[in-house]
């Protein structure tokens, strides 16, 4: 399985002419997945040999705006350059509880109509990721506040036992996230691929001594 990485934005707080906010993309597969998506992230897609179109998984770190303010300029680019496909997956965006919301309020508030469904798997935080009179508790966000354009998403709670939130498991890979320190509940992503069997012959090569 090939994988390649290519940073879109190391800046922090604000983007600047020649760095963008965070955003990076891990592609793999023929897919990319994209990892934060602060402001300009569009404009360095287009300055790299990636599409935009290929992203299918968008991961959020944390709820500050240099992580995710360019997350719903980004769903409307991709629906411009989109057909309408009644079949087509939805793309899977994950981040701490919260962002659902802003997501459709954003979309709502702007009037705009995606071509293509998404959803939203939100992490549930614990007081201990930030400060306590940083700690805000979204889980009264309505749950009916959704797109109608894809199904509900998937509210994640800590596996106390493997102490991470399991978020993908596919044939070949796992992605969990991890709990992290700042001054917001934010979350650390881990991209592991599964153990592979080797192809060895081990009794021929015994023969054969």
């Known amino acids: ?37 602060g402001e300009g992230t569009q404009t360095q897609l287009m300055r790299s040999h990636l599409r935009a179109g290929r992203i299918t998984k968008i991961f959020i770190t944390h709820l500050h705006g240099d992580h ?3 997350l719903p300029g980004l769903l409307c680019t991709l629906s411009l350059q989109s057909n309408p496909d009644l079949n087509k997956a939805p793309v899977d965006i994950y981040g701490p509880l919260g962002l659902r919301s802003f997501i ?31 700690f805000k508790d979204f889980s009264s966000l309505a749950r009916e506040e959704m797109s109608p354009q894809g199904p509900p998403g998937r509210i994640i709670h800590l596996d106390p036992v493997e102490n991470s939130y399991l978020l993908v ?4 890979l796992v992605v969990k996230a991890f709990r992290l320190f700042h001054r917001v509940p934010s979350f650390g992503f881990v991209v592991e691929e599964k153990p592979r069997t080797g192809k060895l012959n081990v009794q021929k090569l015994k023969d054969l001594g």
């Open 1 to 37: 399985m090939s994988m390649d990485i290519t940073f879109l934005g190391t800046g922090s707080a604000y983007p600047s002419p020649t760095r963008g906010a965070s955003a990076l993309v891990l592609r793999r597969e023929g897919e990319c997945w994209l990892f934060d998506c």
């Open 169 to 172: 498991k596919e044939e070949q």
């Open 68 to 70: 995710f303010f360019g």
């Open 104 to 134: 459709w309020r954003s979309l709502e508030l702007s009037h705009s109509q995606l071509l293509f469904p998404y959803v939203v798997h939100e992490l549930v935080p614990t007081r201990e990721q930030c400060p306590a009179e940083e």
